[in-house]
């Protein structure tokens, strides 16, 4: 599955098939106005995902940008605030990977480090075990809890 660039998922029915698999049914909800009845979905959901992008403003954690961060939300910043703030509301779980794990961080309190070296490019990362990996991280941004 491609996910688009702006947006978050919202599973709204898990059920495990005749088969014993598991199945998940998700709904993808593109960013739209705040306030847009695609917000009013996300009461149905199990679990929302929110998912990577662009960095988060800096206004969203009480901070003035370093370098060429943005201080106003962006309406995708402002979508998925409203979208947390349901999702606390009717106790839904919420999961971020990347970009939303940051915005979860900083929705729950904390804040980022705004420009972290060494990041935005291919590089090596070694595992406790020593194992070697090559990945690419595109955040310059890092949570601080």
């Given at each position: 599955m491609t996910l688009p660039k702006n947006?978050?998922?919202?599973?709204?029915d898990s059920s495990y098939?005749?088969?014993?698999?598991?199945?998940?049914?998700?709904l993808l909800l593109p960013v739209v106005k705040v306030g847009h009845t695609n917000l009013e979905l996300i009461k149905q959901a199990k679990l929302?995902?929110?998912?990577?992008?662009?960095?988060?403003a800096?206004?969203?954690?009480?901070e003035r940008?370093?370098?060429?961060?943005?201080?106003?939300?962006?309406?995708?910043?402002?979508?998925?605030?409203?979208?947390?703030?349901?999702?606390?509301?009717?106790?839904?779980?919420?999961v971020g990977i990347c970009r939303g794990a940051q915005l979860l961080c900083v929705?729950?309190?904390?804040?980022?480090w705004q420009?972290?070296?060494n990041h935005g490019y291919n590089?090596?990362?070694?595992?406790?075990?020593?194992?070697?990996?090559?990945v690419t991280s595109t955040h310059h941004q890092m949570m601080r809890p």
């Open positions: 947006g978050f998922i919202a599973s709204i098939n005749s088969d014993n698999t598991y199945l998940t049914k998700l929302v995902v929110f998912w990577g992008g662009e960095d988060i800096t206004s969203l954690y009480n940008p370093v370098h060429t961060q943005r201080y106003k939300p962006s309406l995708r910043d402002l979508f998925e605030q409203e979208a947390f703030k349901i999702a606390v509301t009717n106790n839904i779980p919420m929705l729950n309190g904390g804040s980022l420009d972290v070296d590089h090596e990362v070694i595992m406790n075990d020593g194992y070697k990996l090559k």
